[in-house]
T-cell receptor, first 112, second 115 residues
């Protein structure tokens, strides 16, 4: 059974800092990994999707990497801003039934 | 292009009642998935529909059911509501079914409170 872990559960950083959010998964036989952002009371916004054959994806100040063999992904946020404050979730798609398994998320607070 | 639309946004029901939630996917998307989000369990997969057929099902009791119509719109039904069913129910659509590597697009959810 696939398990996805995101540690720590919460993070507070000053504005302008570069930061890395970690995600680990137990079953390396994944189809893809997706990073999402969730603002309070809202749905999830897709940030980046990495296929199993890819090593990284970039969008603006965001860069996500994938190391399938070690069961890890990182989301790098450059020059953080208060508007980046949100909960960041990673999810992996695994198995014959292609179920998506989510981590519990990291709540990021960027202080002005 | 309109995003994923979920109605209603908020719902309050009492134990034992039943509820129906609605989801309209992004135009052209054929796959609709449903998730339950609670503070304790996080996001848990309920089921996925593609071309009006349930393709995947999570580990939820039979009280949770759904369907998809020919226009890809989907409904989720929960019967005999329990207090533990209080949660944010999220619907997500994608161009193709799971496993095809297309990203998920989520609606803002329906907040269900069971009293």
């Amino acid at each position: 059974k696939q398990e996805v872990t995101q540690i720590p559960a919460a993070l507070s950083v000053p504005e302008g800092e570069n930061l890395v959010l970690n995600c680990s998964f137990t079953d390396s036989a994944i189809y893809n990994l997706q990073w999402f952002r969730q603002d309070p009371g809202k749905g999830l916004t897709s940030l980046l999707l990495i296929q199993s054959s890819q090593r990284e994806q970039t969008s603006g100040r965001l860069n996500a990497s994938l190391d399938k063999s070690s069961g890890r992904s990182t989301l790098y946020i450059a020059a953080s801003q208060p508007g980046d404050s949100a909960t960041y979730l990673c999810a992996v798609e695994t198995g014959a039934n292609s179920k998506l398994t989510f981590g519990k998320g990291i709540t990021l607070s960027v202080r002005p | 292009k309109a995003g994923v639309t979920q109605t209603p946004r908020y719902l309050i029901k009492t134990r034992g009642q039943q509820v129906t939630l609605s989801c309209s996917p992004i135009s052209g998307h054929r796959s609709v998935s449903w998730y339950q989000q609670t503070p304790g369990q996080g996001l848990q997969f309920l089921f996925e529909y593609f071309s009006e057929t349930q393709r995947n099902k999570g580990n939820f009791p039979g009280r949770f059911s759904g369907r998809q119509f020919s226009n890809s719109r989907s409904e989720m039904n929960v019967s005999t509501l329990e207090l533990g069913d209080s949660a944010l129910y999220l619907c997500a659509s994608s161009l193709e079914r799971s496993g095809a590597g297309t990203p998920l697009h989520f609606g803002n959810g329906t907040r269900l409170t069971v009293t």
